[in-house]
């Protein structure tokens, strides 16, 4: 049997991170330049349900009976068989590979999770519809995050834009009007469920405040999918510089996520925030295409670690 392989794009999210775990909408687009991949290859000489994982990147190459019982990867693999109503896997060996950094707010956890599920399912003989992809890798998101959205999950399953409400029927965005982003890498490693755990603190603390933010965020949210889907591209700029100021009032911005921001404002970009969990990882930079090489040697001279820059494709350009 040949190896079967899967992989899933990284993910960005354009507003509304955190105000979208609160019931608020958000925007998130793939990014396809940056991907996570898991390829199974059956073993069938060794004996019975032994199962190699490979993850060079989490510093994994051991038999999943070894992995302790807390090892997100392992009870990743414990969500699928119990999809399935297995017990155990046949002989194989699972490697997860990823170019998309952890800790960052690219959604490498959402991007492997959705490569597994879909691996391991076609190994074992199913064909998941991509809502039943999304709905395993949702779960899996919670075993990584706590109290995910569902926003990561969902945008790198489906690898559209989406406007996403909590609950909510899934709105993918049809985008008259290419636009670029410049995505730089504080190189500063966060957890998102940190981030997520610290808004939660300070909401329950200040459930006003946090309340109005959120909202305010929102709004900013509703805004930008107008203009988004008007073609209105420079008019997001100022909404999500906007946001970034309210995710910074939240505490989920960092020093160097604001002088990136400063950069790129200062070097033409039309908006910037940070994206994501926060508390360090990347910001997006909106440009014009004029100024896309000027903010990109701007954010490199402020410390960005790495720099991306990725062309979000109208729908038109997708289906030529
Ligand atoms: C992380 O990409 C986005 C957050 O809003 C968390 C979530 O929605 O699950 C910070």
Redesign the pocket.
Known sequence: MPAISRSAPGKL?LCG??A??YGQP?IALPVMQICSKTMVSAKPLTSRGTVRIIAPKLGIDQDLSTLPATSPIKRSLELIMDHFHLDHLPACEIRVSSNIPIGS?L?SSASSSVSLVRAVAEFLGHRLSEPEINQLAYEMERIY?GT?????NTVVTFAKPVYFVREKPIEFLDIPKSFELIIADTGIHAS?AQ??AGVKEQYLKSPNKFGALFEKIGNLSIQTRQHLLAGQIAEMGPLLTQNHHYLKQMGVSCPQLDKLVSAALKSGAYGAKLS??GLGGNMLALVDHSSAQTVEESLVNAGATSVIHSRVHSSAEITE
């Open positions: 999210i991170e955190h979208v775990v958000a707010g959604g995050h995910p959205s569902g926003i990561d998102t981030a997520v994501g969990g």
